[in-house]
């Protein structure tokens, strides 16, 4: 099967030309009317709530808080898909997952609203927070591109900025080199040409 392709191929070669061709101008049109997201969005969409009951033991926190905000506050928020809990020692974090297009902002609105009625806490935590949502891209988008490598007033190369600050050099391969700065933060890696 895989002979007679190949043959085939090479006996129309001007078909197959015409083929990538078509396909190629087809794409180009297609491509022209899709929307582009310049970074795209793959995770599910969440929103996480945190509240700190301190000076309580994780099953305190389970009993009194997290299971209390979840079966009375947020479950039922429309097009909230599942709810997922955590309760450890002092903190009680709750993740709440919608459904594929929800609009973030309305399910932010609606379960802050639901949030201001959860006066019946123990006093001994602080009100609950809902926590700023963090692109699953977040970390992505800490890389680029910042400038050029000069030495001896001639251009050397880029420079990929994974954050902020230099630190020491260290060679990867002839011409690739990482840097760090003093604090130990913060990476660069840098191509000479």
Do not use: C
Not at 89 to 94: D, M
Not at 103 to 127: I, Y
Not at 154 to 160: H, M, N, S, V, Y
């Amino acid at each position: 099967m895989l002979h007679w392709i190949i043959s085939s191929s090479l006996r129309l070669r001007n078909v197959m030309l015409a083929l990538a061709v078509l396909l190629l101008v087809g794409g180009v049109w297609r491509m022209q009317s899709l929307p582009v997201d310049i970074v795209p969005e793959f995770s599910r969409p969440a929103l996480e709530v945190q509240t700190e009951a301190l000076g309580l033991s994780t099953a305190e926190v389970e009993s009194l808080i997290t299971v209390p905000l979840e079966a009375d506050l947020l479950n039922g928020v429309p097009w909230l898909e599942s709810i997922e809990s955590e309760s450890i020692t002092s903190l009680s974090s709750i993740e709440m997952y919608f459904a594929p297009g929800t609009d973030m902002s309305k399910a932010r609105q609606l379960v802050q609203e639901r949030l201001t009625q959860a006066h019946a806490l123990p006093q001994v935590s602080s009100p609950p927070t809902l926590l700023q949502p963090v692109s699953s891209a977040s970390r992505i988008m800490n890389i680029g591109l910042s400038g050029t490598l000069t030495a001896g007033g001639k251009k050397r190369g880029l420079i990929l900025d994974v954050g902020g600050y230099y630190k020491n050099v260290f060679t990867l391969a002839p011409s690739l080199y990482i840097t760090e700065d003093t604090k130990g933060k913060i990476w660069r890696v840098m191509y000479k040409k």
